[in-house]
Each structure stands twice: as C-alpha cells, then as structure tokens.
C-alpha cells in the first residue's frame, strides 16, 4: 500500500480539512467515553451493589447513562462526517477524471480502452468512496482503543497487563497472518471484477449481433466462465475471514478465563482485585479486540481503494499527446481559405509504452485547393481514415506536416483549427436530446431558418419533418431509434453546421442509397462551394465527380488524378470500376 496515493487524496480535502481534524476529536470523545464506561461499571459494583449503597447505584449510573449518549452523539456525528468525506471525495475525483478525459487525445484513449474508463470513473470510484468513510470513521479509533485499554489496565489492574500483551499480541500475529495470505487474493478479486464489467458491456453493446448470429448460449457460457472467476475470487478472502473470526474469539475468552482465573482469586483473597475490577478488566480485554477487527476491514479495504486510486492517478497523470501549442499562430477563423497541404507526412500509431510503431503513413504529399472536393479510395486498412484523422489534429505527424492556408496544424491553437475543419466520420455517435439538440450541437444558437438549410443539405430535414414532433424528436442514446442512413445524414447536418473551410466526410454516406448520395453531395457543393471538400468512400460513385482522387495502398498514395485520368492510367483503379461498375470503357468511350 502506497502512502502517497492517501497523501494526494488528502489533497483533495483542501479548504474542508477541518472536519476531518473534527472527525478525529469526536473519535477521541467516542473513545473517552466508551472506556469510561467499564471503570464506572466497576465503581457501581463494587461501591453500590457489594455495599448495598443505592444512591452510589443511582450516581455511578447516571453517568454511565451520560457517557453513552455522549458516545452515541459523537459517533452520529462522526458517521456524518465520515459519509461527506467518501462522497465529497468521490465526486471530485470523479470530476477530475472526466475533465482530465476530456483533455486526452484519441492516442490516450486508445491505449485506456473506453470500458476501462468507465471503470475507473464509476468502480474504481466507489472503492475509493467506501474506503474513504470507513478510514475516516473508524480508523482514528484504533490507537485511541489501544492506548487508551493499555493506560486504564496498566493504572487500575497491572496485575494483568501480561495476560493483555500476550492477547494483543497473539490477535496481532493472527491479523498479519490473514493480511500477508489476503492481501493478493483481494488483488485477483479487483481484476476479476473489471474482466466481468468488460465482459457485460461488451455483450450489451452488441446484443443484436449476438441475437442475430444465436450466439446466446456461447455468451451466456462466456460470462458464466468469468463470472465464477469472480465467485471464487471473492470467496476466498470471506472463507479466510470466517476463520480469522472464529480465531479471535477463542484468543479472546482465552484472555478472559485467566483474568477470572487471576482476578477471582484476587477478590476471594481480599487482596488486588475486587469483583468490580475482575468485569471491568474482561471488558478492557474485550475493547482490545476492537481495534484489531477494524484493522482487519479496514486495511484490506484501503489496500484494494490503493490499488483504485493508482488507476485513476493514471488517468489523471496521464499527458496528452496533443497540446496546444505555446504561441499560437493567430488565425482569423472567418477569412479562412482552407487550403489543405500533406507535406511528406509519415504516421505511426504508438504501443501502450509510448513508443512509435511501425508507420501507417508514409510519405504522403498532395494538395486540396479551397473550393476543390477531393476523394480518397482504397482498400480497408490502407489508411485512408487515419490519413483525414491528422488535419483536425486527433493525431500528430510522425514526419512532414500538414499545413491550412500554409501554417502548420501543431500551430494553430485548437479551438481554431476545428472551428475551420469538421470532420464527418462514418459511425456517427448522436448524444440524446431532441434533434435540434443534435443538429446544432457543434453551433447552440443557431437559428430555425439556417437549421433547415443545413439539414436539407444533408437531406435529412424532409424526413424529421415528416415525424410528429419534427426537431423536438427525442434522439436515444447513439441515436438507436432512427436508422443508420438517418443516423448518418444527421451527423452530415451538424458538421455543415459548424460552416467549416474544410470538411471531412470519411465514408459518412455508406449506409444511404447512391441517389440520395449523389443528392447530398450535390446540396453540399451548392451551399458550401468555397469550402475544400475531402471525401472518402469504399464506392466510385460516391468519389467520381470529385476534382481529384487519390489512391491509397498500404499507407502510400499510389496513384491521383481526376476519374477519366485514373480510368486510363490506374490499374488498381479501374478493377475497382469493374468490380463495382462494370467493363472499363474503352478508351474515348462514356465513362460510367
């Protein structure tokens, strides 16, 4: 268990650290009291009950009455606290870690995985949480018992201090034994638990394809395999705790038979103790193992919420690959012409060590003019997305670079550089709302008039116009109740929203048909004529018309040039004519 990471969430407390040093003055009166109660248990005893004296009965009671509810307060308080501390704790951690997600690249998030995100925002939280209360709650109490027992025992009974050491010391030999064999099993427990959130979202997110394939019994029998993973993790750690439990109590009584044994003979004799100090001293005896049965909730706890919070430092340390740059270039966002340069770039995703890997890209060069549309075709994998991912920076280059209006992309500061690209890409993610809200996302404000212009664009206001609420339709999450051709000529809608100088449409129109395609297309060249186009796209129709149209193969551009030029001269693009189109024409022939 590492010390720092109690230290940095300490830090967390700033401002609120008071209650905290609140918490621990009410465990110090919860202490007092409670083990003032066993001393003023054995007064009444010995001075009310042996001598027949009720007003010492009535006294010595009413104060033990008195230091109960004083105890009860404290620890009512306390519990307060020790509820907004795990709560307070939680939310702001939960907080930072969203923000800090929000800063990260599409690199940061890649090595992350969303799912173990949102693990470390939501479990790995919550055991931050639950230990965050117990610490605050109970663990001040374990050297106030200690101390405290050992002091009153070593004062009032020390004929039975060594009976007390040898149980202090036998239930701490015990504790550290369950704690050294524990210990990795609540490891392999955490790690059980995140391989069955995996598993499940996994299966939820794709709960029509498993319905589709009847795959239900090979997921049912998946998620059982991790599943018992995970009961037998878990049951361990209990099995070893049902006998620690057992354990205690037996060292305990132990402890308590000698002190009758010793005491009782004491009090029979007339010398040492008396019949009060005999129960009071079982009693003490008893609060000794107090301490050591919140140590062993407590420390496996905070064990398990160190491991959490090394997760989510991670997050919150982790730097993100793209930052703004230092002295931005200064760019006026309306004057923009969106001339899109590729100078020589190379581009390697990088391994979960940081390191670069093997090149995506390499030595790519072309030019886009404002007002030009360019298509990029090529097989899957060859780089195509990965290639448009570099102008709006989600990723930076490797080598070469990647100039608008001729400054580099690293140099422009970021809002800028995506207020003048808007990328389109080709399984849209629509956020729930209402379809205004998801047409204006990129633009809140615009007005009704642009919005239909927008959307008519896409060819997507006709048919929200033809539903009962029209833009005040619900969108589910990920846009489920509208279909994918829908889905994707609304995500065509809010990026022409935004009036980008350059706009990205990475395969956008796949899941429409090739006439209302070609409308789209035809509606966007109309309304943004000045703005650099690029497309990419798996079918010729979709690129045909397009000033120019690279090629891509392996990571190179391999050929470029308008359809009729690459129907003549582009082997690999005239057997893609063929497999979607057709013959080739002969040469001089009507193109398709």
């Known amino acids: 268990m590492n010390l720092q990471n109690y230290l940095r969430l300490w830090s967390f407390f700033a401002g609120h650290k008071k209650w905290i040093v609140l918490s621990i003055l009410l465990s110090l009166v919860l202490t007092i009291m409670t083990l003032v109660i066993p001393t003023l248990s054995a007064n009444l005893i010995n001075e009310g009950i042996n001598k027949g004296d009720t007003s010492a009965i009535f006294h010595y009671g009413e104060q033990m009455l008195i230091a109960a509810i004083i105890g009860c307060l404290a620890f009512v308080a306390n519990t307060a606290i020790a509820v907004w501390a795990g709560e307070y ?23 992350f995985r969303s799912s173990d995100l949102l693990i470390r925002l939501t479990t790995d939280v919550l055991t931050v949480k639950n230990a965050t209360i117990q610490l605050v709650l109970t663990f001040p109490i374990v050297p106030f018992f200690l101390l405290g027992t050992i002091v009153l025992i070593s004062i009032n009974m ?29 490891i392999t427990k955490d790690k059980r638990i ?27 029998e998946k998620f059982g395999s991790v599943a018992e993973n995970l009961r037998t993790a878990a049951t361990v750690p209990q099995y070893m705790l049902a006998y620690i439990t057992p354990a205690n109590t037996l060292i305990l009584y132990l402890g ?6 010793i005491g009782g003979s004491q009090a029979i004799a007339g010398s040492g103790m008396n019949i009060g100090d005999v129960t009071a001293a079982a009693q003490y005896l008893i609060f000794i193992l107090v301490p050591v049965y919140l140590l062993s909730i407590i420390l496996p706890l905070a064990s398990s919420a160190d491991a959490s919070l090394v997760r989510i430092f991670e997050v919150l340390d982790a730097v993100p690959e793209i930052r703004p740059p230092e002295k931005p270039v200064a760019v006026d966002v309306g004057k923009a012409q969106g001339r899109v340069v590729f100078d020589h770039v190379s581009f390697g995703y990088r391994t979960a060590d940081g390191t670069a890997a093997k090149p995506v890209l390499s030595d790519i060069s072309f030019i886009a003019e404002p007002g030009q549309t360019v298509g990029i075709l090529g097989a899957t994998g060859s780089g195509k997305s990965t290639l448009v991912s570099l102008i709006p920076r989600f990723y930076d280059v490797t080598q070469g ?8 992309v690293r140099q422009i500061s970021l809002t800028d550089l995506r207020s003048i690209v808007s990328i389109c890409q080709q399984e849209p993610v629509l956020f729930s709302g209402t379809l205004r809200d998801t047409v204006t996302y990129g633009m809140p404000g615009m007005t009704d008039d642009r919005m239909h212009v927008i959307a008519r664009a896409a060819d997507a206001d006709s048919f929200v116009m033809n539903i009962p609420d029209q833009y005040d339709s619900y969108v589910a999450r990920r846009g489920e109740n509208f279909s994918g051709g829908q889905r994707q000529r609304l995500a065509i809608a809010r990026a022409l929203a935004r009036n980008p100088k350059v706009l990205i449409l990475d395969d956008s129109t796949s899941a429409c048909d090739v006439v209302t395609e070609a409308a789209i297309q035809d509606a966007i060249g109309g309304l943004m004529e000045k703005t650099t186009r690029i497309i990419i796209a798996q079918r010729i129709s979709s690129v045909i018309t397009a000033d120019r149209i690279l090629i891509m193969e392996k990571g190179r551009i391999i050929a470029s040039g308008n359809h009729a030029e690459l129907l003549k001269t582009c082997p690999e693009y005239q057997e893609i004519y063929s497999s979607q189109l057709g013959s080739v024409p002969a040469a001089g022939g009507a193109a398709a």
Not at 89 to 111: C, F, M, P, W
Not at 208 to 217: E, I, M
Not at 401 to 408: C, L
């Open 89 to 111: 704790a939680a939310h702001h951690l939960r907080v930072a870690e969203y923000a800090k997600i929000q800063t990260l690249s599409h690199g940061n998030i890649d090595r």
């Open 401 to 408: 670079r990647v100039t608008i209006d001729g400054v580099d």
């Open 158 to 186: 020390p004929s039975i201090l060594p009976i007390t050491f040898g149980v202090l010391v036998a239930l701490a030999l015990l504790l550290l034994a369950y704690l050294v064999i524990v210990q990795p099993k609540y």
């Open 194 to 220: 995140d391989e069955v959130n995996h598993t499940l979202r996994e299966a939820l997110a794709g709960i029509r394809v498993v319905k589709a394939f009847v795959r239900q019994a090979h997921e049912k």
């Open 256 to 261: 308590i038979t000698a002190i009758y044994f």
